[in-house]
């Protein structure tokens, strides 16, 4: 394998990722209580995107469209609710529970939108990058 190669599969998604972390950082740095918080909840829904997009690419070649779909509805559903999981646990261990904070359910499916959102975007991301010369 060339090292351009190598630097095209293996760097590109790293910066790429951690450009969306800071991004969302910076963006959501009013929607939770402390840095730490938001630090953890950003980091978890970006880690579950990263790992889902990473999924996809490596998961789902050979696969019928059908079983593709599913297999995918699936992950992001089962990636959203492990985001949503890992977030109230954390905040119940730094804050405690709080009668201010959304529902469970609430949470869950704002995770899950936004992890199928930025799969969606990894998705159009790396086939425009394939055909990039």
Known sequence: MAAAQVLRNAFVPVVVWSVVFVFW??????????????????????????????????????????????????GIIALGAIAAVVIRLFYDMILGPDSRRFSFVANLLMDITFVAIHLFAAEVISRAWKRWP
């Open 25 to 74: 950082m910076i963006l959501s740095r009013h929607n939770h209580p402390t840095l730490v918080l938001n630090s953890i909840a950003t980091f978890v829904l970006v880690g579950c995107s990263a790992v889902g997009a990473e999924f996809w690419k490596r998961a789902f070649v050979g696969r019928t469209f059908a079983l593709r779909t599913i297999m995918r509805l699936a």
